[in-house]
Every structure is written in structure tokens, then in C-alpha cells.
């Protein structure tokens, strides 16, 4: 705001004469003097200072009320940044808190997950289990009737080949034979021995 341009000091006649006639009153000494040099100030320039008193009320006046406009302003201002500065700190703190639900909903959801597999891993491997302790048992009764039965083979062949050299040895005993009747009788009990050796040598490469 412009301001108008300061007046110049006059002084008219009337009042440089008082002026005058009052430093003409006075003493030489230095109260007086001093008071002397008061007066001819306040009669000089008493209006002047006056106006300037004045315009200086005015303009702190002024000041003060311009002071006091910025300082609402400033608290509006403060109060509307701090507003939106809290609504800024409430969004992202929703935000966090949607993130984090949604990871401990997917952290749930892998764990659930990763169970399942689990339970269902172990269920296999316990019917796997199961199955092939039921195929060695199976197995196992098998080899046992398998080994049981050629066993069985064996001693019947034994005892068939024992009953035969002794029904030999006993015609032996009783028929006079000659040479070529004691070959065919060796031939057989080669072919006996062959017959007993044979179930062995399978056995034993089975």
C-alpha cells in the first residue's frame, strides 16, 4: 500500500517568535537551557510529532492486525497440511493392513496346501508300504511251497532210486548173470544216478 509523501516541517512566524522570546527567558544555566531547547522542540515540531505518533499508532495498528491475519492463516494452513498429512499416514496404514491380511491369507492358503500334500504323501507311501509287505509275504509263502514241493521232488526220487538199486541188488543176489547182464545191469544204475544227480543240478541253478 502506497504511502503519501512526508510533509515538510514549517514554521511560521508566530511560533519562531514565541520560539524566540522563550530562549530570550532563559537562563545560563543547564536545567534551563535544557528545558529551553524542550520547548522550542515542542514548539517547532509539537505537531508534526503528534502526526507522526499518530501515523505510527496506525501503522502498528496495522501490523498488528496483519500479524495477526498471517498467524490465522499460518494456523489454517498447519491445520490443513496436518489433515491431509493424517489422512495420507490412514491410507497407507490401510493399505499395510489390507497387504498384510492379504499375505497371512496366502501364507494360510500354502500351508493348507503344503498339509495336504503332506497327508497325502504319507497316505501313498503307507499303501505302498502295505502293498509290498504283502508281495514278500506272497513271495515268501511261495519260495516256502516251491522249496517244500522240489524237497518232496528230491526225497521221492531218492527213495525211488534206493527201492530200485535194492530190488537190482536182490535179483542179484538170487539170478546168476554173466557179463553182458552186469553191463545192462551198471547201464541202469548209471542211468538211476544221472536221474538223482539231475533234480540237484536244476535245483541248485534255480
Given amino acids: 500500500m502506497a504511502q503519501a509523501g512526508k510533509p ?6 508566530q511560533t519562531a517568535m514565541a520560539a524566540q522570546a522563550a530562549m530570550g527567558g532563559q537562563t545560563n544555566g543547564n536545567g534551563s537551557e535544557t528545558s529551553g531547547v524542550d520547548k522550542m522542540r515542542e514548539l517547532l515540531f509539537g505537531n508534526q510529532m503528534q502526526d507522526y505518533d499518530k501515523r505510527f499508532s496506525i501503522m502498528e495498528e496495522r501490523f498488528q492486525l496483519r500479524l495477526r491475519d498471517m ?10 497440511l496436518e489433515s491431509t498429512i493424517k489422512k ?7 493399505q499395510f493392513r489390507e497387504e ?3 499375505r497371512a491369507d496366502a501364507d494360510k492358503e500354502l500351508e493348507r496346501s503344503l498339509r495336504d500334500h503332506t497327508q497325502a504323501l504319507e497316505k501313498r507311501l503307507a499303501q505302498l508300504s502295505d502293498q509290498l509287505a504283502r508281495h514278500e509275504r506272497d513271495f515268501t509263502d511261495r519260495l516256502g511251497h516251491e522249496v517244500q514241493g522240489l524237497r518232496d521232488e528230491m526225497r521221492k526220487r531218492q527213495d525211488d532210486s534206493r527201492a530200485t538199486m535194492e530190488r537190482m541188488f536182490s535179483e542179484l543176489s538170487n539170478v546168476k548173470t554173466d ?3 552186469l553191463a545192462g545191469l551198471f547201464v541202469e544204475i548209471a542211468k538211476c544216478l544221472n536221474q538223482d544227480v539231475s533234480p540237484k543240478g536244476a535245483n541248485g541253478g534255480g
Fill in 8 to 13: 515538510i516541517p514549517t514554521i511560521d512566524v
Fill in 88 to 94: 495420507q499416514l490412514e491410507s497407507v496404514a490401510g
Fill in 71 to 80: 498467524e490465522a492463516e499460518s494456523s489454517r494452513s498447519l491445520s490443513n
Fill in 179 to 181: 557179463r553182458n547182464l
Fill in 100 to 102: 498384510k491380511d492379504l
